[in-house]
């Protein structure tokens, strides 16, 4: 190893893998998958000494166990329940699940795939990303240069907040993935609560982050609830499930485990159009909000603000959640456009955690086959789908188009 040990904690992951976590743990514990690494950057590419330290890293992560006070932690969240932390207690995570190849063969010269229980793969997407970041970041540029810009941009965004150049209303820090490094990460979410405590931020409020690890340290909030991969997974993992139906199987299993709790749904898994077919009135009252991640953010809202009112239900109780691609400036319009609605929240990740001089990777890892079948996300914006197999999307297509054009019912039956 060249570096020091970059995840250092289990608890250093996004909240939405413990809340998937558990109800994995509960519905889907046999359900084994296969994850694929994706650099979208064109002109990037991993040396074989850096492949050499991703390796290095995981396995250094792969020894790492949660302590109990951090099961202690986890036991007072309200929706967490004693036997996912039971489970937690003797869960660690296995190198022999990891395949790690510096191979010309991909563009950006690394390959990185992972595959067993989904209970195992699901929890390595966000530290492997962490690692690939911190590791690129500083062997490929001069690190110190780069944290100084960092500390610089993220000054001036404090000064923003402070003296109410953007209202953001409720706002998170959603970085972990995408992170310049760990101290970055740390001192971007360590710098925006000390604004919040001190009583500084008049254009919105800090939350809180999807880091749990940070969250624990600094005693706020962890964020997160569902990703694409709970949809994809629970839809069409099952051999027998139509894949147009994704959503209604993915929101069925999630109000099994967490009745109104923990209840911010993701739209965008196979369109929201589709999404909307099974968002009817049953789980548009039991969730929360939904969160945009895909596609024009304010046709997006408008979209699910109809559906509220013609469902009957007041959009002002709602909440929106918006978390692709944020800058400062986006969540602005977003915020003044949407506020007299609904409710109005953000995630902002990457310009919070990696803005530097340089332009960060565009980094993915995404869930591909599920019990031996390919899985897709079709998203609001076309050309986001990590998928193995062309003919599996061409399927999916033809699925949800049928679905849209033939299927007049509100989603089996609810």
Partial sequence: MKLNSIITSLLENDMYKFSMGQAIYHQFSDYKTTWTFKCRNR???FTPDMVDEIKSQIKMYCELRFTEEELDYLSNVKWIKGSYVDFLRLWQPRYEDFEILCTDEADCGMTIETRGTWLNTSMYEIPVLAIVNEVYFRMAYDYDH???SFKERLEEKINWLADGRYCLSNFSEFGLRRRLSAEAQEMAVNALDEMQKGGRNIGGTFVGTSNVFLAKKYNITPIGTMAHEW???????????NPAYSNWYALDAWVKEYGVLNGTALTDAITTDCFLKDFQLTYATLFSGVRHDSGDPYEWGDKIIRHYEKLGIDSKKKTL????????????QLFRYF???????FGIGTYISNDTDVEP???VMKTTICNGQDVAKISDTPGKSVCKSQEYIDYLQRCIDWRMEHDSNCGKGK
């Fill in 43 to 45: 002109d990037v590419k």
């Fill in 361 to 363: 990777l565009n980094i």
């Fill in 231 to 241: 949809i994809m997974c629970t839809g069409q993992g099952n051999h027998k499930h």
């Fill in 339 to 345: 506020n007299d609605r609904a409710k109005v929240a």
């Fill in 321 to 332: 959640l918006f978390s692709d691609g944020l800058n400062f400036e986006k969540a602005d």
């Fill in 146 to 148: 780069l944290i100084a």
